[in-house]
């Protein structure tokens, strides 16, 4: 039986690498220094907004896992304001 990691909930995170010609993000969460790979987003105005980012930009976001395993992740959404601190 497997078990799948749950969504989370909105947190900062750092973003590693911007998003790239085939869509794919990924972002750092800072607290844990865990990397995420995003290989899709809810809608495309959200990855319309993180495409403006640039790396090393801190965001906050929902991550839910696009596979069982959890190696690769959708972003549900773009929480407004920075986090206060990383």
Not at 3 to 12: D, F, L, V, W, Y
Not at 42 to 51: G, V
Not at 55 to 78: I, M
Request: proline share 10%.
């Amino acid at each position: 039986m497997s078990i799948a990691k749950a969504p989370n909930r909105g947190s900062a995170y750092v973003i590693e690498e911007p998003v790239a010609t085939d869509g794919s993000l990924t972002v750092r969460d800072p607290a844990t220094d865990t990397v995420y790979h995003v290989v899709d987003f809810a809608d495309p105005l959200l990855e319309e907004k993180l495409a403006n980012r640039p790396a090393g930009r801190s965001v906050r976001l929902e991550l839910t896992p696009a596979d069982p395993e959890g190696l690769d992740w959708v972003v549900t959404r773009l929480l407004p304001g920075a986090p206060l601190a990383l």
